[in-house]
């Protein structure tokens, strides 16, 4: 979170992302030292409650949300101690999120900033799924200061959208809204990359973002539970998570026109989030409710180089986690999961060949709901002497396979049907056409899909004889009363 400035030097930002910041309390140690969480409330509930339209909302793992810690600071270290928006260590800060979001299968875009005083960029990932023109909207500064890594400030809220961001691509629920993830550039500069955002909003896109919810600082170790614009529709959801934990949450008065929510409000935007509290100093009040020390800040490591991952309050950091995730679930989880299913198609459908011959096509699936899937393939219907086999014998849902029919010299001649079924969590089947020719012409004969008839040669056909115009190949389809041009009645 950026500096305080005076009342007539507030930023005019025209977004914001709002400070969530799930806090839990802790007891205060040295600047630096690792907190001492205090206990948490006996009328804790499980995350999401059963009240949430899609379900519950899943419990996110706070050793995962550390873990991500762990590598921002890493990368801090290994860039001069800092991860300054234009900096190698952003950078390499914007690429690890990106990757992460990426392989989970998120549409992820880069936004640069080129109003920002450090020129970087903006990180911006979609989820597939939920209606574009209601969505609902996370964002973090992923800047720190030049002093150090800024694991607090604001590694926190960074870490905490990207493994709720990961959890939700794992679940994959039915969505009502469509959810977009943001992290933000230049916030310590003045919100400029939240700004910039905004500024290039069209009407139609700001009026689609339903909702914009902030994370900014949201494991202080001397924790606070904050949030945005506490009375508002937009804040009711992380208010009924925090209500759930006896919390008694305060209105987010210090981090007010400080972090990025301010940008989306300038915007008209609907704002609220969580935040555990930068330099301002807990009250006795505060202490007595939520534990802690009074008479000291929030976060005594303040944009200072001690905002390591020892600066943190993982009690805080997990409630705002699971906070974050029951706010993804009431706003914009609904209906059932889709379940998985897949498509199946054999291309050519039809094949002509002669005994002791074999033909190929290609076996395509994929994937129409829900998540991929190991689909097997068997054929079945091939008549006496003719194998049909796949390469490979089983796909992922979304990629193909070679199907190679192959004849014995006794095959019988004759078109057959071959049955080609795809077996997953479901069962699909799709129809091949195979056509087995003598390739002798019988004189006289039977017309015969498959029979190589020569210039002259004469067949019968229900009853009536023809005599073949131009030498070829019989197939389904060309029988002799439909194509003139191979056949004339005699």
């Given at each position: 979170m950026q500096r305080r400035v005076s009342p007539g030097r507030l930023l005019t930002t025209a977004t914001t992302l709002t400070v969530l910041a799930g806090l839990v309390v802790a007891t205060a140690g040295p600047a630096g030292a690792a907190p001492t969480p205090s206990p948490a409330p006996p009328s804790a509930l499980t995350v999401g409650g059963g009240d949430t339209p899609g379900g519950p909302a899943p419990d996110i793992d706070v050793a995962k949300v550390q873990a991500h810690l762990t590598q921002l600071n890493t990368i801090a270290d290994q860039n001069g101690g800092n991860r300054r928006a234009g900096s190698a260590g952003h950078s390499q800060s914007v690429a690890y999120l990106k990757a992460k979001l990426q392989a989970a299968g998120y549409t992820v875009s880069e936004q640069t900033c080129t109003s920002c005083t450090y020129q970087s960029a903006n990180l911006i990932a979609d989820w597939p799924g939920g209606p574009s023109d209601q969505v609902t909207?996370?964002?973090?500064?992923?800047?720190?200061?030049?002093?150090?890594?800024?694991?607090?400030?604001?590694?926190?809220?960074?870490?905490?959208?990207?493994?709720?961001?990961?959890?939700?691509?794992?679940q994959n629920?039915?969505?009502?809204?469509?959810?977009?993830?943001?992290?933000?550039?230049?916030?310590?500069?003045?919100?400029?990359?939240?700004?910039?955002?905004?500024?290039?909003?069209?009407?139609?896109?700001?009026?689609?973002?339903?909702?914009?919810?902030?994370?900014?600082?949201?494991?202080?170790?001397?924790?606070?539970?904050?949030?945005?614009?506490?009375?508002?529709?937009?804040?009711?959801?992380?208010?009924?998570?925090?209500?759930?934990?006896?919390?008694?949450?305060?209105?987010?008065?210090?981090?007010?026109?400080?972090?990025?929510?301010?940008?989306?409000?300038?915007?008209?935007?609907?704002?609220?989030?969580?935040?555990?509290?930068?330099?301002?100093?807990?009250?006795?009040?505060?202490?007595?409710?939520?534990?802690?020390?009074?008479?000291?800040?929030?976060?005594?490591?303040?944009?200072?180089?001690?905002?390591?991952?020892?600066?943190?309050?993982?009690?805080?950091?997990?409630?705002?986690?699971?906070?974050?995730?029951?706010?993804?679930?009431?706003?914009?989880?609904?209906?059932?999961?889709p379940a998985d299913d897949f498509s199946l198609s054999v291309n050519p459908a039809t094949a002509t060949?002669?005994?002791?011959?074999?033909?190929?096509?290609?076996?395509?699936?994929?994937?129409?709901?829900?998540?991929?899937?190991?689909v097997k393939l068997t054929a079945t219907g091939a008549p006496a002497g003719v194998t049909v086999s796949f390469s490979p014998a089983s796909v992922q849902s979304g990629g193909s396979a070679t199907m190679t029919v192959a004849t014995a010299a006794s095959t019988a001649v004759g078109t057959y049907s071959i049955t080609v079924t795809g077996t997953g969590s479901v069962t699909h089947t799709t129809s091949f056409s195979l056509v087995v020719g003598n390739g002798n012409p019988d004189p006289g004969g039977t017309w015969t899909p498959g029979t190589t008839y020569r210039t002259g040669d004469p067949v019968t056909y229900d009853g009536v004889t023809y005599r073949c115009l131009q030498g070829h190949t019989a197939q389904v389809g060309w029988e002799p009363p439909i194509v003139p041009a191979l056949w004339q009645p005699v």
């Open positions: 909207m996370f964002g973090a500064h992923l800047d720190s200061v030049a002093a150090g890594p800024g694991i607090n400030d604001n590694g926190s809220g960074s870490a905490v959208l990207l493994e709720n961001a990961l959890v939700l691509a794992q629920p039915g969505l009502t809204r469509h959810v977009r993830f943001a992290w933000w550039t230049g916030e310590e500069q003045g919100l400029q990359g939240s700004q910039s955002y905004v500024g290039q909003l069209s009407s139609t896109q700001r009026s689609a973002i339903k909702a914009y919810y902030n994370f900014d600082m949201v494991g202080s170790p001397n924790a606070g539970y904050f949030i945005d614009n506490l009375t508002s529709a937009a804040s009711a959801p992380m208010k009924a998570y925090w209500d759930s934990l006896n919390l008694q949450p305060e209105e987010n008065v210090e981090g007010q026109g400080r972090s990025d929510d301010y940008s989306f409000q300038q915007a008209g935007i609907p704002t609220s989030g969580y935040a555990a509290g930068a330099d301002a100093v807990k009250t006795s009040a505060q202490a007595t409710k939520w534990g802690g020390t009074a008479g000291r800040s929030y976060d005594s490591c303040y944009h200072q180089s001690c905002d390591t991952t020892g600066n943190i309050d993982p009690t805080a950091l997990n409630r705002s986690a699971d906070g974050v995730a029951y706010t993804i679930w009431k706003t914009s989880v609904g209906g059932t999961t060949v002669k005994p002791g011959g074999s033909a190929t096509a290609t076996v395509a699936t994929a994937t129409t709901s829900g998540s991929a899937q190991t």
